[in-house]
């Protein structure tokens, strides 16, 4: 074999060496700089799952996209690092809102205390609105179920105190509308009776 052809062979095999590295690079964590060296986006896997992080000027995270859990979601946080939006996806078996399975938006108060979550289920969408201290003060939902034999179709709004007790509630039915008044949560009138 002359040099000429050990070159092109070598030249060969390394080709195919930069062709394979290429098809595939594997780690746990990918950052992408600016041009100061600040990670402005960054892709890991955690304990929790796959995470794309997104880096304000500064260098803290102001986005999250991922999976967590198994649930994908996607956290807004402001300049302080707390979290001020919620968009998921959740299931029955756990994460963020174990209660209720399906899409999810919530959004938090400065404080961190929960200000509003939108979410939708097999019940049917739901509205709830929370105080700065977290209390709900408004609910309000469109739900249906199968009771066996028969099938209930409900819209409700519901109006709590400080406390976060009922004060108002106002259901929709085939049956007609009901209106409840309550003090301290317990029942005091009702139309119809």
């Known amino acids: ?3 000429e052809e050990r070159l092109e062979k070598l030249e060969r095999e ?10 595939e690079v ?9 041009e100061n060296g600040k990670t402005s986006a960054s ?3 955690t304990n929790l799952g796959p995470i794309l992080y997104l880096h304000d000027e500064n260098g803290k995270v102001r ?16 300049e302080n690092g ?3 939006a919620v968009l998921a996806v959740t299931s029955a078996s756990g ?7 399906g899409p999810h938006l919530i959004l938090y108060h400065g404080n961190g205390k929960t200000s509003a979550q939108l979410c939708t289920s097999m ?4 509205l709830t609105l929370y105080d700065e201290n977290g209390k709900e003060r408004m609910f309000q939902a469109v739900t249906s179920a199968n009771l066996g034999e028969e099938f209930l179709a409900m819209a409700m709004l519901t109006l709590s105190d400080d406390n976060g007790k009922a004060g108002v509630g106002l259901t929709m039915t085939k049956d007609g509308p009901r209106l409840v008044l309550s003090d301290n949560g317990k029942p005091i009138w009702s139309a119809p009776r």
Do not use: W
């Not at 594997?26 to 600016?34: G, P, Q």
């Not at 019940?123 to 739901?126: A, E, I, L, Y």
């Open 1 to 3: 074999m002359t040099t």
């Open 14 to 23: 390394l080709a195919n060496l930069r062709a394979e590295l290429a098809a």
């Open 26 to 34: 594997v780690t746990r964590k990918i950052a992408v700089c600016d």
């Open 43 to 45: 892709l890991t896997v």
């Open 63 to 78: 986005a999250a996209l991922g999976m967590f859990e198994d649930q994908p979601g996607l956290y807004l946080y402001d």
């Open 82 to 84: 707390k979290t001020r």
């Open 95 to 101: 994460g963020l809102a174990k209660i209720h399975s």
């Open 123 to 126: 019940m049917g969408p739901q």
